[in-house]
């Protein structure tokens, strides 16, 4: 029989063999014990193993369509390869994105992967890799003191926020965490502490702590800032963690698409082992082989024992039933480059730093703005600051997403409104990702929002039937209401939306179901004259 171990080995061996080929599933199943049928179940699951012959994949999330995916996409084709569309490759800040192999290529034109061809070297050679895939970040002159990670500071290899924390103790430092209030930066906003004492007041002794650097939230790019920038605070964070639950071992999910930032944080370890910093601490790193719905905790444990990644029921909860079946902390990269910071300076520090909730927060915002980036503010800045942050608006505002996908679309009327996680909640909305995607008024609202709908269509992993179904119908009513030959048109194709949108909510496992009508809901609310009129549902005419 295999192990749980052994079944964890499935999806790192099938992309070790290249992905779901003839034979694969076969050898696979020779080599860890799991039944064949498991090790396809696997492999069919997970997009880059699923298509291993997919040359390019161009990414369709709406920053990059804003910048012209589509004619990238007929390029790629029409240069001889096989090419397909993908979901968001966390570049929005440098789109159009395009994936060849496990490295994402941000910033490329048509006529670039026209030249190219087969041939990428010219393209992944023009720049050292690491700087291809830094943005910019902000805000500039900022005072160090008022920022919590700061990633334009240079990295910190001294350890000093771990022998502080050893000084400190577990139960001094979950007190810290309560005071700083810190809530879970990755989209739910839950409070850190609880996560920390729920681990700690298990009487299972062997505990893990997991790391979620699974960004996939379109709009989003802040984790990839993170870890290319200051790899120094996510595993300093995981070490005081660990040690403050009594965790013996790491676990670093990473996207699979992430080869560059996965490099980065190898030698972030080996540099704080090196120094003897981790001591009695083991790091397992782990790719994600392409699934959005492995940024969900329980998901992401699934596929981290080498299942389909589905979410799992709760409760039980991670912090008592979690990796392997002990009780797990499971943190989101921005949430744990926190807190180095807040066990040097304290929570009360960190805690005044937000102006509407404790902290600062990385905001990511792209789009029509000049300088598309990752900027860290105060907590509860409005959308007109952090646009200022980022150079000012180009054109006209109309709309905004304020928490990537997910938290749908509000209008300029609400660009006064702090993108903190209550008054975005008053709203109808959520901060979630802070993914901020700004547009201007060349943007048709049904064609954004179409856009959207078929990223949650794509990325449901169909465990659900309100998620399942209710994500196709969302999609084929906007697609019936738009295309006027056919029948049913006007708003009889949008009649039931609103009731899909509630059993989706009411009876989907996870976030993914509960928000992925969001787009077309909010929409419908803020921008009925859009509909209304219908118009033109193509891309914009300038961006």
């Not at 810290?176 to 005071?179: G, I, V």
């Not at 600062?360 to 905001?363: D, E, F, P």
């Not at 009327?413 to 006064?416: A, I, T, V, Y």
């Given at each position: 029989?295999?192990?749980?171990?052994?079944?964890a080995?499935?999806?790192?061996?099938l992309?070790r063999?290249?992905?779901l080929?003839?034979?694969?599933?076969?050898?696979?199943?020779r080599r860890?014990?799991?039944?064949e049928a498991d090790?396809?179940g696997?492999?069919?699951?997970?997009h880059?193993?699923a298509?291993?012959?997919?040359?390019?994949?161009?990414c369709?999330?709406l920053?990059?369509?804003?910048?012209g995916?589509?004619a990238?996409?007929?390029?790629?084709?029409?240069?001889?390869l096989?090419?397909?569309?993908?979901?968001c490759?966390a570049a929005c800040?440098?789109?159009a994105a395009?994936?060849r192999?496990r490295?994402?290529?941000p910033?490329?034109t048509?006529?670039?992967?026209?030249?190219?061809?087969?041939?990428?070297?010219?393209?992944?050679?023009a720049?050292?890799?690491?700087?291809?895939?830094m943005?910019?970040?902000?805000?500039?002159?900022?005072d160090?003191?008022?920022?919590?990670?700061?990633?334009m500071?240079?990295p910190?290899?001294?350890g000093?926020?771990?022998?502080?924390?050893a000084?400190?103790g577990?139960?001094?430092?979950?007190a810290?965490?309560?005071?700083a209030g810190?809530?879970g930066?990755?989209?739910?906003?839950?409070?850190?502490h609880?996560k920390?004492?729920?681990?700690?007041?298990q009487?299972?002794t062997?505990?893990?702590v997991v790391?979620?650097?699974?960004?996939?939230?379109?709009?989003?790019?802040?984790d990839r800032?993170?870890l290319?920038?200051?790899?120094d605070?996510?595993i300093e964070?995981?070490?005081?963690a660990?040690?403050?639950?009594?965790?013996s071992?790491?676990?670093?999910y990473?996207?699979?698409?992430?080869e560059?930032?996965?490099?980065?944080?190898?030698?972030?370890i080996?540099?704080?082992k090196?120094?003897?910093?981790?001591d009695?601490?083991?790091?397992?790193?782990?790719?994600?082989?392409g699934?959005?719905i492995?940024?969900?905790?329980?998901?992401l444990?699934?596929?981290?024992?080498?299942?389909?990644g589905?979410?799992?029921l709760?409760p039980?909860?991670?912090?008592?039933?979690?990796?392997?079946?002990?009780p797990t902390?499971?943190?989101?990269?921005?949430?744990?480059a926190?807190?180095?910071g807040i066990v040097r300076?304290g929570?009360?520090?960190?805690?005044a730093l937000?102006?509407?909730a404790?902290g600062?927060?990385?905001?990511c915002?792209?789009?029509?703005?000049?300088h598309p980036?990752?900027?860290?503010?105060?907590i509860g800045?409005?959308?007109?600051?952090?646009?200022?942050?980022?150079g000012g608006?180009?054109?006209?505002?109309?709309?905004?997403?304020?928490?990537?996908?997910s938290?749908?679309f509000?209008?300029a009327?609400?660009?006064?409104i702090?993108?903190?996680?209550?008054?975005?909640?008053d709203?109808?909305s959520?901060l979630g990702?802070?993914?901020v995607?700004?547009?201007?008024?060349?943007?048709n609202?049904p064609w954004?929002?179409?856009h959207?709908l078929?990223?949650f269509?794509a990325?449901?992993?169909?465990?659900?039937?309100?998620?399942?179904i209710g994500t196709?119908?969302?999609?084929?009513?906007?697609?019936?209401y738009?295309?006027?030959?056919?029948?049913?048109?006007g708003?009889?194709a949008?009649?039931?939306?609103?009731e899909?949108?509630?059993q989706?909510?009411?009876?989907?496992i996870?976030g993914l179901g509960?928000?992925?009508?969001?787009?077309?809901?909010?929409?419908?609310r803020?921008?009925p004259?859009?509909?209304?009129s219908?118009?033109?549902?193509?891309a914009?005419?300038?961006s």
């Open positions: 029989m295999p192990t749980p171990q052994d079944r080995r499935v999806p790192d061996e992309h063999l290249g992905g080929r003839p034979g694969v599933s076969r050898e696979v199943a860890t014990g799991v039944p090790i396809y696997v492999g069919s699951f997970f880059l193993l298509e291993p012959d997919v040359d390019v994949r161009v369709q999330g920053s990059c369509q804003l910048a995916a589509d990238l996409l007929d390029a790629a084709r029409a240069s001889g096989r090419a397909e569309g993908c979901q490759l800040d440098k789109p395009v994936l192999g490295r994402v290529l910033a490329v048509p006529a670039e992967i026209a030249a190219a061809g087969g041939d990428f070297t010219a393209l992944f050679s720049q050292a890799p690491a700087d291809m895939w943005g910019t970040i902000g805000p500039l002159g900022a160090p003191e008022s920022l919590a990670m700061n990633l500071a240079e910190d290899w001294s000093a926020a771990l022998a502080r924390a000084e400190i577990p139960d001094g430092l979950v810290e965490l309560e005071s810190l809530q930066r990755g989209g739910a906003g839950f409070p850190a609880i920390w004492k729920g681990v700690i007041g009487p299972e062997v505990r893990y790391l979620n650097a699974d960004e996939g939230e379109p709009g989003t790019f802040k800032e993170v290319l920038r200051r790899p605070l996510v964070g995981l070490a005081i660990a040690r403050a639950v009594g965790a071992a790491v676990y670093l990473l996207r699979g698409e992430w560059i930032p996965w490099g980065i944080v190898e030698d972030a080996a540099r704080f090196a120094g003897g910093h981790l009695g601490i083991a790091f397992h790193m782990h790719a994600g082989q699934a959005y492995c940024g969900e905790e329980t998901a444990i699934e596929a981290l024992e080498g299942k389909r589905m979410p799992r709760r039980p909860f991670p912090v008592e039933v979690g990796l392997f079946g002990k902390l499971v943190h989101n990269v921005e949430t744990i926190c807190v180095p300076r929570g009360a520090w960190f805690k937000g102006r509407t404790p600062t927060k990385l905001y915002v792209s789009g029509h703005v000049a980036g990752v900027y860290e503010l105060p800045i409005t959308l007109d600051e952090l646009a200022e942050a980022a608006y180009v054109g006209t505002l109309l709309a905004f997403s304020p928490g990537g996908a938290s749908g509000l209008p009327s609400k660009r006064d702090a993108l903190d996680f209550r008054a975005l909640a709203e109808g959520m990702s802070a993914g995607v700004v547009l201007n008024d060349t943007v609202i954004a929002v179409a959207q078929r990223f269509e990325e449901s992993c169909g465990q659900c039937a309100p998620c399942r196709r119908f969302q999609r084929e009513s906007l697609d019936r738009l295309d006027a030959t056919r029948a049913p048109v708003a009889d949008l009649a039931h939306v609103a899909v949108a509630w989706m909510n009411e009876g989907s996870c509960q928000a992925a009508s969001l787009p077309l809901t909010t929409a419908l803020w921008f004259e859009a509909f209304d219908k118009g033109d549902a193509m914009p005419s300038s």
